[in-house]
């Protein structure tokens, strides 16, 4: 049998880590599945997209900066996707339509609360930016049923739209939104849903967020422990966890949607945390 085309598409893209995640998912499951990375310009996304499935692609992950594009691209979005805005995965139904999905909030739930045992259920959450990243994530978190959620952002404005925009997925949750610098009281779980821990900068916030029971989730991910969880473990975090597991669990959820196994993840987080 031959190997059917997927691929990672974004801009840069060289150091993504997604072709060896799914390259050893192909390897574990026997799945006939080969991987690649493609740049695509900055003004060429659309043409990639098209190119790639022309050519016979099965289905495609998408990062940075197109996750937005490949939303508007699609012709039908996944339930998860549609209020998120944005798409980290595309591929084309049986009648030849590109789907788009978004697993990233599948992915940190799963990550947090299977990997890490994390309790979300009853919790109080402060998740911090209202960007993509973080929009992409509401939704499966909401389904968590959190006693509250807080979105904290420089903006606050952008915060209240983001909380406006879930409200009728929040259920029971109370959810609310705020500036950085609102919050003073502790959270069962803080989550960095913003870049700034890549650049070295934190935001403004009061530490009074941490106590020691607070966990703390930053979404990206380094060889060394994140600027933003080293702020945490200093004062008082009980645990920190970057966002590798994130990464390597939305890979699964894409992995599911496009061959119908879901394969096996601590192996390979794991794999990348001793590289």
């Given at each position: ?31 006939p599945v080969e991987y ?35 939303w508007q691209l699609a ?201």
């Open positions: 049998m031959s190997n059917e085309l997927y691929a990672v598409v974004g801009h840069p893209i060289s150091h993504s880590k997604s072709p060896r995640i799914h390259s050893v998912f192909a390897s574990q499951t026997g799945e690649t990375a493609i740049q695509a310009p900055l003004d060429g996304f659309a043409e990639t997209v098209h190119r790639f499935f022309r050519k016979g692609g099965k289905g495609l992950n998408v990062t940075v900066p197109f996750k937005e594009q490949a012709d039908q979005r996944a339930d998860r996707a549609e209020k998120a805005g944005a798409a980290n995965t595309l591929y084309l139904n049986d009648q030849g339509l590109l789907v788009a999905d978004n697993t990233d909030g599948q992915g940190l739930v799963q990550d947090l609360s299977v990997n890490h045992g994390v309790q979300l259920k009853n919790a109080r959450i402060l998740i911090l930016g209202a960007g993509g990243a973080v929009r992409g994530v509401l939704g499966p978190l909401l389904a968590q049923e959190p006693a509250s959620l807080t979105i904290a952002n420089r903006t606050e404005a952008k915060a209240n739209a983001l909380a406006a925009l879930f409200a009728d997925e929040a259920g029971t949750t109370q959810l609310s939104a705020c500036g950085f610098d609102e919050p003073d009281q502790p959270f069962d779980v803080v989550i960095n849903g913003t870049s700034a821990s890549l650049q070295g900068d934190l935001p403004p916030l009061n530490a009074g967020i941490i106590s020691a029971d607070t966990v703390v989730y930053d979404m990206m991910y380094s060889l060394q422990t994140t600027t933003f969880n080293q702020w945490a473990l200093d004062n008082g975090a009980v645990r920190v966890v970057d966002g590798l597991g994130m990464l390597v669990e939305q890979a699964a959820e894409s992995f599911r949607i496009w061959r119908g196994v879901r394969p096996e993840t601590i192996p390979v987080i794991e794999m990348l945390r001793n590289d």
